[in-house]
């Protein structure tokens, strides 16, 4: 849901877009691709902390800070039911909303109805819900005939990679008011005088909040790091205009760089263990999986800033929330610095940060 | 947690505050009292909305709100296991926080042991929190000497009744410095440069910062506003200097004008079935236990403002943030009126708003 | 949902049974009891232990051993939302099913709406449901017409108080056959081959299938214990013909006594705190509110077998399930010693211990 | 954990073990394999059925029926945090215990910690736990030295792959007495009379006590189905002496054949989003990323006996305990015919089922 790529002429692309993943291999067959590129996204750690553990902290603060409403009691309606719609329904699950899923693929469907939603067309709900949030990368989700049927309050917000979602063009016609009641938060106005409650314009609800943990910051910038860093080590023949995957050992680098902010202390293998298992003690402890896949990418730009916000704020551990936030701030910082040496920085100085509402470095 | 009192020289009183109304038996014997009261804090809707499900939503909300921080792997301790202490623990056990409970109650321990949760002695888990939440009307309960062993980058803060929960006071020397990095949020640094975050300098944290769902304000005010309007309403003879319970039926009542704004459909008893339970088939449903517990009360000046905010809120629902706020609030604005009607009005405008950081109905 | 009440001619009656308080509210006012009672069952070790906790663990037991099914993705409704109904419905949403709530009493309807469950009539869902609880203390929640709409396969059980909340006798109709499928399991099937799975007749489905942890039991029997030892002990005259609750006092050393089996460590407060609280370092730790209430109770032979069994498990601490069983059960035997020679003893002897498929002291 | 593999000399082989799949890398470079394979294992469906919900119900199960242990206030570990893990641990917190978890593989164990398990080293908690469980796929998990400092009444079982992963060997010692209290549970009693409870000798704790719910069983069956009428249906070229994975829009298949027993409704893909996203309406709609991935495997004898009991299951749907397992078993049912007529039969029939202490279709 978050996503970012760069380039660099000569050395190669990082990209962790989800759904620009997806895309890409529409473009990949065309074969447009001159440099090697690194396929962060679907890297454990990466896909788990900027979707599923994120969107399950953001989610409930950019709707707390937007529009101050309850959870307990609600009804909301997710659509989507990838790693960014589970952790929605998880949060909101958990602090007393009765959730329900909408999803095209019957995979995640049976899953949501494992996980105790009600799998639904958003047809079927969409006049008793108070909050209804999109996670499917997908377009035209939300539509004005589906808006048209709303209660009044009812809370629209996108939490998926596209600002497409939610349709909020069909609501720029002249029988409909549009009340800016805050930052981020626009009351449309129906001529009966129903009031829905739409965030961010559609764009990404979790970005506009000021809901991204350094945390999680730090986790996704420690991976994107580390590819950046090979790609520029690398020797000339190792990469060609290809797509490769961060190699697992490398992904469980990145993890176990965060787990003592969390206290928590990893087992060893013993000799006879490790033989067992066929594993070497200090890992890959998971097989290289996707490492035949190769996809070509092309760059997307929409998700430049939100690159550079991650280093950003690895130059603001000044007053650092908590110790975790400390740690791993501290250690994006040192990616940071490995990187920009290897790529003669000044780059990333170019780039702004988004707009966010207040800073988490703010002093 | 949330606690109002009001004084009416020659009607009565409307006490709210679980501490107050604890405290108030100790002086209770004193026989002070020279009116009638209604104990509003005992009324089921008041007790489980102003404290387990209010903080349930505030308590991340303030967290959130003032330190930007992630609740998932986080370690945390609560002390105090009443209704406010387990709104607490459930958001963040929910949210993805390994939580311990502190309890000098063997009741309330024993409950937070089958909850799941490890009933622990602050000092045996001061070293490796996270958060540190105090949620027990009780004072010192934080001292110097625990702030001392905390972690840096620790966040501390007060859902209780009292400011006085955690011992602000003792940071208040030449060796620590204080930081402020934003509105309610100070950093206190040690000379080893390790940094504690004190919320609202120990005051209640979620009533600074934002988190009180109008959904829960207006259960409360519609609750006190009935307790006023009988009390104003009452025949001559009806109250003695005494205090007296919210009868069921007033609670049942508040609670089913509530109940639309979830869609929540009751279910009616046959006539057969109110015969079998002896009840009358539109209530009270539950005995009027307490109805005999005649007790003396005092005003408490503190929570004035709190009970005035609550009409300062009925005024403001130009723009509702949901159909809930919207329907809820307009009850409470009826309540309001009725009883301003009862009194003659006036006195409440007198009454000054609490300073909240980003009032909801703010447009 | 568990009672139990005792007789003795000449010293007094003990009762634990919800619903059996409340029915003899209605008799109360005609006087007919010529002995102290105490009503153990407003104790809350007692109330939380047999009914929330207790029901959350042996609704999962009771549907697992009975018809194996799934609760991931099914669709339960429980039909109330006392502390039984609670317990089922934790239960049930945690292991990934769709629960509805049916209520009565509007307070209890909020509270569930606010757990996140939507408050329905039973009609509404009774075609669609997987599962059907009955947790009321009513009679005839479930009828023969809704059974009528159920899909192939529902289950029905109850969990509440009265064997007659299912309308069991009208499904003994000549065009339904009944088919025993196992021990406590009834398919009902309908001519058009249709089939409800019935549990154990209507009658208590946790009683029925081996599902009270020792713990819960000597919780109950402990508090129980304690309560006859005072009865007997008790100087002539500080009983009257009247109903009393266990002091607080008591209540609490009942806690404390279960509170080392799960390694909890309580605070103790300063002479500072307990000064400021106006508290006995010791406790007891919460008002006497009950204390006033004084009511007429009669004996409700049903119970009897119930705790008989309370006594029957103690003396079966043979071969323990685990420590804390041990600990439990051997505070228990104490108890039941104590009291045993405190009247004599022989009475309990003649009780029969109530029919369980899989005793779990059985070696 | 479960896991099946059949093999046909002429037609391929069938592979569903997590652990098989992973010890196969080992030999595959060897080369021995001698005819196409489907890796069955890594389909979605498969994997999260028969691993995360299949044990979340059955770790329950498992416990209830053998220990009639209560899960509030229990401390439990659970070794590794793998599907299976997830599982265990999600049931158990959800019941009220509070879980720690071992891992050796740092992603893993940032993911428990992100979901709230405090991750230890076992001998860290192993004197303080009441439940200890494995889901490693290792060996020599739990040593007799574990066993040494396990407090009285702890319970050990294996949810993993491996029979090995607890070292029960070791357990074979003249000073141990082992006493069977019932099917499936021995008590290991040390000299000073502590007992440790060990369920299912150190087998399978869920397969030995009855806890696979059909739907679970279809599930998985539907997919082994699917893959061996694939096998045997495909044109001579297709599948070459390699490994195969189902291709994803099979795995969807699976999927939506199972959605109707929970009522959910999958939402169709407009033209316009189908051609926005570059999918076919009807799927698949994730990318057959493994799809490239060859691998040999060789057949894993021990897994036969649970692959017949699959079939096994599907000829028993005499009494179905509830609608969705009619639907689920009559699918299967059908998958089986299939399957039996394209290898002419006879095979499955020469299989025997595993023994199960109450067959679910028992009548």
Known sequence: MLHATTIFMHAGIVEESVTGVHRLYQLSKAGKL????????????????????????SIIDALKR?????????????????????GCCQALKALGSAVYVTEIDPICALQAAMDGFRVVKLTEVIRQVDIVITATGNKGVVTREHMERMKNGC??????????EIDVHSLRTPDLIWEKVRSQVDHIIWPNNKRVVLLAEGRLANLCCSSLPSFVV???????????????????????????????????YVASLHLPTFDAHLTELTDEQAKYLGLNKVGPFKPNYYSQNKKFYFC??????????TFASTACSRAPTSHSEHLTLWWTRQAAEAFTKSVAGGLIASFEPPTRTEPEWEA
Chains 1, 2, 3, 4 share one sequence.
Request: proline share 4%; aromatic share 8%.
């Open 34 to 57: 001159c440099v090697p590129a690194m396929n962060v996204n679907d890297s454990v750690t990466k896909t788990k902390f900027d979707n599923l553990y994120s969107c399950r902290e």
């Open 66 to 86: 937007s529009t101050d409403l309850m959870f307990g009691g609600k009804q909301a309606v997710v659509c989507g039911y990838g790693e960014v719609g589970k």
């Open 155 to 164: 809370v629209v917000c996108n939490m998926g990679h596209s600002n497409t």
């Open 218 to 252: 730090s986790v996704t910038a420690a991976t994107q790091a580390l590819a950046l860093i090979e790609l520029y080590n690398a020797p000339q023949n190792r990469y060609k205009a290809d797509v490769y995957l961060l190699p697992k050992k490398m992904d469980e």
């Open 300 to 309: 997307n730009k929409k998700s430049i800033p939100c690159w550079s916000y």
